[in-house]
């Protein structure tokens, strides 16, 4: 605080210049006070603070208080806030201060509302998500809505309005709100509000600087409700309506029914009449995690005593203004979903019977999406593989510097066989017999994990090479070449594998002239051109690279006589071959 040297007179110091009293009333006026005055000022300190600004302090009831600073006067108090310099005898009976022109600096001055004159203000949107004006405009953050205003919020909406003094005011979805009356009391700094909730509800949160509010009001079609400060939720269905205070205390009125409501009760109006009942305890939500990395999470929490339904949202903030998402459920779940990384608040309300709505239990937790988890190659979901040197594969993200792998024999993770960090997108782990399940994530350059992928199960056996039934062949008389072999083991067979067998004119197979694969222990091959050939046969579990197969045959195929109609002649009982290097298709 700054000081200046003056003289020990009494000084009136005002924002700004009271119009001009009457000459004889001031004098008439000083010569009443002027032996207070003398005896004030002689008492006084001649260091006196410079010039300060209005000092509002708040609101009582019906009063507005001010905190008086050196120099005030009920005449200067009178004309600054009541636009009426005459009005300070009202201020010295209402305040039974024997003279105005002497005040002690730092005590209260209560000056009615109804004398102070109310000036047009507007509430400032926040927050806002798939709402609207009467007029079909979209809402936005930043855009100010004065008097007679409506808003709509949709099925996934919400809105939050901020007024002068600090009161904060969220409309959830399928809402319909109109703001009756918004203005405030001149140069107070507090606001005189109404609106009317015609569907929906509000939350508002009054004042929470605790300085008082001048005047604030909802009203429903069955309700009105006034505050002096406060955190409540007005709600209105049809012509049933409720009430919920979570801090403070308001005033209730339906028909001719009136009754003041504290924290942790409520009131159902319908019909004109009032009932009131304690609110539902909030859930707890311990069970929530702190960290979430999948897009749409489903928290759990304990029923809860009285409630028929709990309502979950997800806000950016704490304070629960701006919603992303919002869930009524009829059990102690909710499944909420988002896409951004962050830091959020989870908060959830129990619901009672009558509709009432218990506080918000709330529980802040992190979104962490990115990087993204990598698409999954192989192994594939529920597909068998031979066991031994597994081959893991997935496709890179750009956002990503490192990747994580583990495999396990179970999905919780537990225990991992397989655990690998790495630049690689494709590795190779010895893995033993036995269903496994394998996931991946990714790792940004300053080593933050993204989520993991989703678990994929899949099946690892033991086949040993000489499980794999060898081909035994003959050449039929229609033109086909027959491939036979013996079974495959049961267990291989239920776990999806098949027999894959290849026909090719040189052992190392690189071009085939046949390969298929059989559900069952034969095949059929059209007949090739006649010459040296070598047949294999392999179990095939839906991978052509990783096929086991049995050690090659060789077969030589001959050209067989036909007749006009394209038959093979027959000869001893065989067909017969145009020259003799086999009396069949056969293994060498």
């Known amino acids: 605080m700054a000081f200046g040297w003056c003289r020990c007179i009494p000084t009136a110091i005002v924002s700004k210049p ?10 008439r006026l000083r010569g009443w006070f002027d032996l207070a005055a003398l005896i004030g000022a002689a008492l006084m300190c001649c260091v006196l603070p410079l010039p300060a600004m209005a000092q509002p302090s708040g609101a009582d009831g019906n009063d507005f208080l001010y905190r008086v600073q050196q ?38 001055v209560r000056i009615p509302f109804d004398r102070i004159p109310v000036v047009q203000a507007a509430g400032q949107v926040v927050f806002a998500r798939d709402a609207m004006t009467a007029d079909r405009k979209p809402l936005q953050a930043g855009m100010k809505l004065s008097e007679d205003a409506l808003i709509e919020t949709g099925a996934k909406g919400a809105v939050t309005l901020a007024f002068d003094d600090g009161t904060r005011v969220t409309v959830p979805p399928g809402s319909r709100v109109t703001l009756a009356r918004v203005r405030s009391f001149a140069r107070t700094g507090l606001i005189d509000v109404r609106l009317q909730v015609k569907q929906g ?43 919920s205070v979570l801090e403070g205390q308001v005033a209730v009125r339906a028909g001719r029914q009136a009754q003041a409501v504290g924290a942790g009760f409520g009131v159902r109006a319908a019909g004109g009449r009032l009932k009131r009942v304690a609110l539902p305890a909030a859930p707890k939500l311990d069970a929530v995690p702190e960290l979430v990395q999948v897009p749409c999470f489903r928290p759990t929490w304990q029923p809860v005593k009285g409630a028929v339904a709990y309502r979950a949202m997800i806000a950016r903030d704490p304070e629960q203004t701006e919603i992303l998402s919002y869930q009524l459920s009829q059990t102690p779940a909710a499944t909420l979903c988002g896409d951004e990384d962050g830091t959020y608040t989870l908060a959830v309300q129990s619901v009672d019977a009558l509709g009432l709505s218990g506080p918000s239990a709330t529980r802040p937790f992190t979104v962490r999406l990115h990087p993204e988890a990598p698409y999954m190659i192989q192994p594939a979901s529920d597909k068998p593989y031979r066991s031994g040197e597994m081959v893991f594969a ?20 537990a225990q991992p066989a397989v655990r690998q960090h790495g630049q690689e997108v494709r590795v190779t782990q010895p893995l033993r017999p036995g269903t496994w399940w394998w996931r991946v994530r990714s790792v940004d350059k300053d080593g933050k994990t993204g989520p993991w992928s989703d678990a994929v199960r899949f099946r690892a056996l033991d086949i040993p090479a000489d499980s794999v039934p060898p081909p035994s062949t003959d050449a039929g008389d229609d033109g086909m070449l027959h ?52 047949i294999r046969t392999g179990i095939d579990l839906g991978d052509a690279a990783s096929v086991v197969f049995a050690r090659p045959q060789r077969i030589d195929i001959g050209s067989f006589v ?19 290097r086999s009396r069949k298709a056969g293994p060498r």
């Open 18 to 27: 009271p119009r001009k009293m009457p000459k004889r009333t001031e004098m």
């Open 71 to 108: 120099g005030d006067t009920l005449i200067s108090l009178a004309d600054r806030y009541m636009d009426d310099a005459e009005g300070w005898r009202q201020l010295q009976q209402h305040n039974h201060i024997a003279n105005p022109y002497q005040l002690q600096p730092g005590s209260i």
């Open 201 to 243: 509800e509000v939350e508002s949160t009054v004042a929470p600087r605790k300085t008082g509010v001048g005047r604030y009001e909802i009203s429903t079609p069955a309700l009105v409700t006034g505050v002096r400060g406060t955190r409540f939720r007005v709600g209105a269905a049809g012509d049933v309506s409720t009430e």
């Open 394 to 413: 997935w496709a890179s993200v750009a956002e990503a510097a490192t990747y994580d792998l583990e495999a396990a024999g179970a999905p919780d993770f």
């Open 483 to 534: 491939a036979h072999w013996r079974a495959l083991d049961p267990a291989l067979a239920d776990a999806g594998a098949r027999t894959r067998v290849q026909l090719a004119a040189e052992p190392t197979f690189a071009k085939p002239v046949a390969d298929l694969v059989s559900a069952g222990n034969e095949a059929m091959i059209p007949l090739p051109p006649a010459g040296p050939y070598y």
């Open 562 to 580: 036909v007749d006009a109609q394209g038959a093979s002649v027959q000869s001893g009982g065989a067909s017969l071959l145009l020259d003799d």
